[in-house]
């Protein structure tokens, strides 16, 4: 028994140890599988989050947007500004704002707005290093774009092909990340007049159901949320697109995976095949011998795994310091599991048919393979 034991052991940490060129490229693969899963559903909570805090950070109860648009996308500025004074008559509003968002390369936009009418709706931006727009092409950037792009008070911009002056950097969490005047913005993209949001405050709470019921009817074929409601629907499952390039690339990850550690062990078995015919001439069972490549591939899953979430960290902080400012990773601490379960299962999946080949070796053959 001790005897078929130590063989045991030394047959799965040996043949890790033995080959430590092709165990470390598993173990790498492994991580790597672990880092994309992580790394993409870091990105795209802390992205959503990142939108949904900004959302909240404007202070209003209600937010309309243009037909067509959904809950991540906007056209530029579909909506005619006479909404704005229409809809601040309503009953139990309070106020209304216009703002223009104009997308920019990756995940960046610039958020044209009215900085009084802001500034009475959200209480106005904390600003860290310099203040409000003094002339048209002053822009303000929060202290995340600014950290990313390594911009000072002072410092000139360019940007949607004309040049700013960075005049204010704000403690982000409110609106957006880049702001400029809204009739600077309007002019730049000739879009006079024109609006790709509003926001509504009410008078009470208890009246925002209401009035959302009676915009709907007002205003039919515009998506009209609560801040509440629309905050809640920025998240992974409720936006299709982005689930299903979530699947995908989950998909992608598991197939490298299971190609990898299914060539590592059909190689570790034909390396080990004299092994393998000592312990079948032992007594080894089918199941024993299938164990041990099992328990082999479980310290390789095992190992990539803790290496593939360390990896995480390290995406984390590039994205912070050298990647692109849209981008925001977060730390999702619920899917570690998960990515763990998808590693082991893959390297398991991969382990089938080596293990089928381990288990059907002769015997005599075996132990005169050279």
């Known amino acids: 028994m001790a005897l078929f034991r130590s063989s045991i052991d030394r047959f799965v940490f040996s043949n890790l140890t033995h080959r ?106 904390h600003f860290l290093e310099g203040g409000p727009f003094q002339h048209d092409n002053d822009i303000l950037v929060d202290d995340f774009y600014a950290r990313t792009k390594h911009l000072r008070v002072g410092d000139m911009v360019h940007l949607l092909g004309h040049d700013w002056r960075v005049e204010g950097i704000f403690e982000g969490g409110k609106l957006a990340r880049i702001c400029v ?46 801040m509440e409601e629309f905050t809640s629907l920025l998240n992974v499952n409720s936006i299709g697109l982005l689930r299903n390039f979530i699947d995908v690339v989950i998909s992608v990850a598991v197939i490298v995976g299971f190609i990898v550690v299914s060539i590592a062990m059909y190689t570790a078995v034909l390396e080990r095949t004299r092994e393998i015919g000592i312990l079948r001439s032992l007594g080894a069972s089918s199941s024993l011998i299938f164990s041990l490549l099992l328990k082999e591939t479980l310290v390789l899953a095992l190992a990539g795994t803790g290496i593939g979430i360390a990896l995480t960290y390290l995406s984390q902080w590039w994205m912070q310091h050298a990647g692109h400012s849209g981008l925001t990773q977060e730390t999702v601490y619920a899917w570690w599991p998960i990515a763990a379960a998808i590693a082991v299962i893959g390297a398991v999946l991969g382990t089938m048919a080596p293990a089928v080949k381990a288990i059907r070796q002769d015997v005599t053959q075996a132990l005169s393979y050279e």
Do not use: C, W
Not at 30 to 43: P, Q
Not at 201 to 212: R, T, Y
């Open 20 to 125: 430590p060129v092709r165990s470390s490229l598993s173990i790498l693969a492994i991580a790597v599988e672990v880092t994309m899963i992580l790394t993409l559903v870091g990105v795209s909570y802390g992205t959503l989050d990142g939108t949904a805090r900004r959302a909240r950070g404007v202070g209003a109860d209600i937010m309309v947007r243009p037909p067509g648009s959904s809950i991540i996308s906007l056209s530029t500025a579909p909506m005619s500004d006479k909404l704005v004074p229409l809809l601040a008559t309503q009953p139990h509003v309070t106020m209304a704002m216009g703002t223009v968002v104009v997308p920019l390369e990756g995940f960046d936009t610039v958020t044209g707005l009215d900085l009084d009418q802001f500034s009475k709706m959200s209480g106005g931006f």
């Open 181 to 226: 005047r809204l009739p600077v913005i309007q002019a730049l993209t000739a879009n006079p007049n024109h609006l790709s949001q509003i926001y509504l405050k009410v008078d009470a709470q208890s009246h925002i159901p209401e009035v959302v019921n009676e915009l709907r009817q007002m205003l039919p074929g515009y998506p009209i949320y609560s």
